[in-house]
């Protein structure tokens, strides 16, 4: 009877060393960028490395009058995306930010078409972003400021992947702060956009860093994961009895 209990405790812990616990979550798959400081429509290739189920993308702008050179859409593979939110600095434009996603888009090198309403519209910067095991977006935030320091707080979750962008009219360098990484920068004009990506939690806290004062708009959202879905298999020992 005590070696019966006892090879039962050992194949309990045996076979739970070998059970996988798979942890759902979002995985960035691929970038690509473009600018322009004359055209009313940017367009370039984006090449994901993966089947994406998601892709988010960043338009960073300059408006010298609010609204003349507003986003009027913005298609991925010839399929319009939707529209998550934007955000402008100052009543008269200048450093705007715009995010727009497409849950379940075509596989294989798409076409990435921004479309500018204003005739010669200036300084356009942008970034597409491709996600896999991804389900959708949640909690859009965005802000501005007048600093060196933009940052920007996102409701989010563990699995989940906060993905955002920042732009400023008039200064030369910026960069996202870790533990965020970078994704695109282009720098077109007087326009500085950058995009980048940071691991989802309860709360998480974008943060970048300019080389001088200037006025920023900042926006960012949260890519949600697929149910279901399973990422890369994690052992994990579980109790006797479990």
């Known amino acids: 009877m005590r070696w019966s209990k006892t090879l039962r405790i050992v194949f309990a812990l045996v076979g739970a060393l070998l059970l996988p616990s798979w942890a759902s979550s979002a995985d960035f798959d691929a970038v690509s960028q473009a600018s322009s400081n004359s055209t009313s429509l940017l367009s370039w290739t984006h090449t994901p ?3 994406p189920t998601l892709v988010v993308v960043h338009v960073v ?16 593979g010839g399929t319009a995306m939707t529209s998550a939110g934007t955000r402008v ?4 434009g200048e450093a705007a930010v ?3 996603y497409l849950q379940n888009p075509p596989s294989g090198n798409q076409t990435v078409e921004v479309d500018v309403n204003g005739a010669n519209a200036t300084a356009v910067t ?3 972003l491709t996600f896999t095991a ?6 859009y935030t965005s802000g501005t400021g007048s600093s060196a320091d933009p940052t920007l707080t996102v409701t989010s979750a563990t699995g989940e992947i906060v993905t955002g962008a920042t732009g400023t009219f008039g200064v030369a360098t910026m960069a996202f702060d870790t533990p965020a990484t970078e994704r695109w920068e282009q720098q077109v004009t007087d326009q500085d956009g950058h995009g980048g990506t940071e691991a989802g939690a309860a709360s998480v806290t974008l943060d970048a860093t300019y080389d001088d004062v200037g006025d920023w708009a900042m926006a960012a959202l949260s890519v949600t994961h697929q149910a279901g879905v ?5 052992r994990t020992l579980l109790g006797v009895g479990q």
């Open 49 to 51: 490395t993966g089947t």
């Open 61 to 76: 702008y300059w408006e010298d009058t609010l609204g003349v050179h507003t986003i009027t859409g913005v298609t991925y």
């Open 89 to 92: 600095r100052h009543a008269t």
């Open 98 to 100: 715009h995010l727009w």
């Open 126 to 128: 942008a970034g597409a």
């Open 134 to 139: 991804a389900a959708s977006v949640a909690n």
């Open 230 to 234: 399973t990422a890369a298999p994690q």
